[in-house]
């Protein structure tokens, strides 16, 4: 899958203006919205919940919404944020009891499917659940807490996946990456195999809050960068 995709991460964002955020971010050329959400239990952070995904649905957000799930257990929630309008619905394996019966759980919802990979988790519930799987998230830092700084390692897992993708002929599966995607890695991401990024405080929290254009000048430098990418 050659498009790259750019997912704000809205767990940077301003909430007390979160639809107007989104609807600039959006505008200024993000392709998706990212949802980050924690449970104070699977991770120690808590965050947001289905009401704010519905909230953003009825603001007029009409972007694919990518919802990431770091709660334990998965299979109660899913449902909520199927009905909220979320696209994209992804879990860790290890927070389900069972893995095959969340990912389908999603697809009988109506959305597409994913799993999470801590940055230490191995890939290898992949070589049975590949074919319920729409998306592979790659966590390169360890969750719960924006501005972390990005593992390196996490490169040679996402070559690993890109090959593991390749050898399923699935190539509508999508593989994203969550965790100091900056514009100063982000062409070595992509050549490592990764086409939709997560940004959070990257992109909103460099952000001046009184540059109206603030967003077009750092989503420009992404696309500078992707642009450069070898096929």
């Known amino acids: 899958m050659s498009d790259f995709i750019i997912a704000p991460s809205i767990l940077s964002a301003n909430f007390a203006a979160l639809g107007d955020e989104v609807d ?3 505008a200024s050329g993000a392709d998706w919205v990212h949802f980050d959400v924690m449970d104070n239990h699977y991770v120690p952070n808590l965050t947001i919940g289905p009401l704010v995904c519905e909230a953003l649905r009825k ?5 694919p919404i990518d919802v990431h799930l770091m709660v334990k257990p998965v299979d109660r929630i899913i449902p909520d944020f199927a009905k909220a309008g979320a696209t994209y ?8 009891e069972h893995v095959d019966r ?43 807490f924006g ?11 996402a070559r690993a996946a890109r090959k593991i993708i390749d050898a399923s ?24 195999g990764v086409d939709t990024f997560v940004s959070g405080s990257a992109l ?3 952000a001046n809050s009184s540059d109206a254009n603030r967003y077009d000048t750092i989503l420009s430098e992404f696309r500078a960068e992707l642009a450069k990418v070898k096929k």
């Open 169 to 192: 002929g699935r190539t509508d599966i999508r593989l994203e990456i969550d965790g100091g995607v900056s514009p100063a890695n982000i062409r070595e991401i992509a050549e490592a």
């Open 204 to 206: 909103f929290g460099k």
């Open 102 to 144: 969340s990912l389908q759980l999603i697809r009988d919802h109506g959305c597409k499917s994913g799993l999470v990979f801590n940055p230490a988790t191995p890939l290898d519930v992949l070589e049975y659940a590949i074919e319920k799987v729409d998306m592979i998230l790659l966590m390169s830092v360890n969750p719960g």
């Open 59 to 63: 603001h007029g957000v009409t972007a």
């Open 24 to 26: 600039k971010v959006i």
């Open 89 to 96: 619905i992804t879990f860790h394996p290890e927070a389900s």
């Open 147 to 157: 501005g972390q700084k990005f593992i390196p390692y996490v490169l040679d897992k």
